[in-house]
């Protein structure tokens, strides 16, 4: 796909999106790429939920709305989405809590790319089969799975995109199918034994760059934010940079990472396991990156950079603090 094209496709996701209002008191944490399987060898978020599950107690008591930025469940590699909530019930139920709040928001990615249809969403999400008292309950019910938000400052004006991140994507976006099949009889079996999948953005660092350059295009064009997972490389500005931001994702084998927005600021978080001086095991959140105000990233406002025709960018200033990725 082209940078026109994929321009297009991050255009219409802004024209489509679900408008979320905030202001100073909001607090939203952006998770993605859980790729939550079925518990089986292939099933990368498995050796991570406990931290998950820590992370939503965390933001769930601390009145955070939870955004979940696409590929929350792996249905690439596993089409029965049931077995998939039966092997993380717990997570579900953690997710359900922000649902019955009014604080869930989830959107579709490439690898659940089957939830832009209403029809799946409402045969697998809306309710459940609950095996022990043998009948129906519900989970999300009446949910609508989005393809993007926006979200938009009541008192600013400010505008900050996000989606998943796949719209820059050839063999994710336009060719997803053929790569869904590539991956459930082929790949998915070779992961286990060490062979990693050309094809995907996390493991092919020259294609990771090459849409990230197609991001930072679209921003300078568009004068916006913008929040997305997909590349599974957490992305905090540097000062100079357009306002591009990645959450990172939750199958890293460190923990995982997560973009907030809490009191007018953002931050990039990392969750992980450290051991206190008495050698007890922690799950710890620690703030990598920020906090900065929101209205710093503003570039209706501030100038940050010109781009090259490639995508490079040639930044227009710098300050004295470093917020590198």
Known sequence: ???????????????????????????????????????????????????????????Y?????????????????????????????ATF???????????????????????????????????????YYQEKRDLFPNIIVYESILLTHQKTGQEILAVHGHQGDTMNDQAWFISMMMLRFFWRFMHVVGFQNPASPAKNASKRHKIERMYNKWIEAHKMMLICGHTHRAKYPKSGEPPYFNTGCCIRASGITGIEIIDDKILLVEWNIKADRFGNLKIIRTVTRGPDELEKFDIECVPYCVLTDEGDIIPL???SSDNSE
């Open 1 to 59: 796909m082209g940078a026109t094209k994929a321009a297009d496709r991050l255009s219409k996701a802004y024209k489509n999106a679900k408008v979320v209002p905030i202001d100073e008191t909001s607090r939203i944490a952006f998770l993605s790429d859980a790729h939550r399987g079925d518990s089986s060898l292939a099933d990368e978020f498995t050796h991570n939920e406990n931290i998950f599950l820590y992370a939503l107690d965390y933001y």
């Open 61 to 89: 008591r601390n009145g955070y709305t939870y955004m979940e930025l696409g590929d929350g469940d792996e249905l690439w590699e596993h089409a029965k989405f049931r077995h998939i909530r039966l092997a993380h019930a």
């Open 93 to 131: 139920q953690a997710m359900k809590k922000f649902f019955d709040d009014g604080r869930l928001y989830l959107l579709y990615g490439n690898h659940n790319v089957a939830m832009k249809k209403q029809q799946f969403v409402r045969n697998n999400l809306y309710q459940y089969y609950d095996d």
């Open 317 to 319: 200033e710098h300050d």
